[in-house]
């Protein structure tokens, strides 16, 4: 009898709270927000101790930089099932080409889902400082994880080069998210992109492979947090062979085309104010003109200030704000960026590789 007490004694203590939480799931669409919000942060903070365990047993068999591959994909299998969200990968062959730069878009935290499924084999993490004390903190540590301070852009930019000599000794490839912070908005959109994973990558001479996640709004935004499927599509690498450091600015404009044009193809259509057709209007006809109203009259012509946009001063640190971007873009960009080298965010940060030298 006591022996099975073993087996049914846990079995009860996890059943409770998941019969609790999924009850609260139920009554409405709060309810389901933070059940399923209690149940992803649970998740993490579950395997994330685990992954300790993982990076202590790897690095003595000499997989260190393997830890994130198993850990992610541990996270991926449970979390996937539990909150019913599948992530589709489209090009995981492109993830073969190492070492390289991985770009990728950044949304929420519900980004780590989905890097759980396509995070690739020898690759490492770099995340600003203050997640050292987060869940993910001891095992991002033990991985080999390099904690960037954001208020101090010369450490930053030192963790970068070291990053880039291990990357090239070890054929380790980093993820980093451009955008600096997270983004994440009913109509798909990018933030303007910083230069510093393309400096990386050209002073380095490896490879940019622009990583896209299709936008979630529909899945997971304040208040919401439902179930479904989310596309993610790898493009492939491109070469930085020959290019210099006056290159980055259209490498920086070329890889952001690419992934704004992929991820408006990818996500789920929207409408949006600009999208919709004057003949689609309501009271209006396919010319334009307003049902049961006169022509209009011309108007005199009047002269109007010139609509040409000031520029934008630059950032304390000379970083330029890249002139590719929409006015949208621009009204999204956060305060208090501290470097073009992008070593800056506000979450769960980007994913880079080596240990930070002082």
């Not at 996640?213 to 070469?239: A, D, H, M, Q």
């Not at 022509?295 to 704000?321: K, L, N, R, W, Y």
Request: proline fraction near 7%; aromatic fraction near 6%; charge should be negative.
């Amino acid at each position: 009898m006591s022996f099975l007490a073993l087996f049914i004694k846990p079995l009860a203590y996890i059943s409770v709270p998941v019969i609790i939480l999924r009850t609260i799931a139920s009554t409405s669409p709060v309810g389901r927000y933070y059940a399923q919000l209690t149940i992803y942060l649970g998740t993490l903070a579950v395997v994330s101790t685990w992954g300790v365990f993982v990076a202590v047993g790897m690095t003595l068999m000499g997989r260190r930089h393997d830890v994130n591959y198993v850990v992610a994909r541990s996270f991926y299998a449970i979390a996937s099932r539990v909150l019913d969200i599948q992530v589709e990968v489209e090009g995981e062959e492109h993830l073969q080409t190492c070492p390289v730069v991985m770009i990728g878009n950044h949304q929420s935290m519900l980004d780590i889902l989905y890097l759980g499924r396509m995070f690739p084999r020898k690759a490492s993490i770099m995340a600003k400082k203050e997640l050292q004390w987060s869940p993910l903190g001891p095992w991002m540590f033990m991985s080999g994880a390099v904690f960037v301070d954001r208020g101090n852009s010369t450490k930053a930019h030192g963790s970068l080069a070291a990053a880039g000599d291990e990357m090239k000794a070890k054929g380790i490839s980093l993820m980093m998210y451009p955008e600096g912070t997270r983004h994440c908005q009913e109509v798909p959109s990018l933030l303007p992109f910083k230069k510093g994973a393309f400096h990386l990558a050209v002073q380095a001479g490896i490879p940019v492979t622009p990583v896209v996640c299709e936008n979630y709004w529909r899945i997971y935004r304040k208040g919401v947090f439902g179930s479904g499927t989310i596309r993610v599509r790898v493009l492939p690498p491109i070469s930085t062979a020959g290019l210099s450091v006056s290159d980055v600015p259209e490498l920086t404009t070329l890889v952001r085309d690419q992934m704004l044009a992929t991820l408006r193809e990818i996500s789920v259509k929207v409408t949006s104010e600009e999208d919709v057709k004057p003949a689609e209007q309501p009271g209006m006809k396919a010319d334009s003109t307003p049902v049961g109203e006169p022509e209009p009259i011309p108007a005199t012509p009047v002269q109007v200030a010139s609509d040409e946009v000031p520029d934008v001063p630059s950032d304390e640190d000379g970083s330029e704000t890249p002139s590719v971007d929409t006015s949208l873009s621009l009204s999204l960009r956060q305060e208090g960026s501290t470097s073009e080298y992008g070593t800056e965010t506000d979450d769960e940060g980007m994913v880079v590789v080596g240990r930070q030298h002082h």
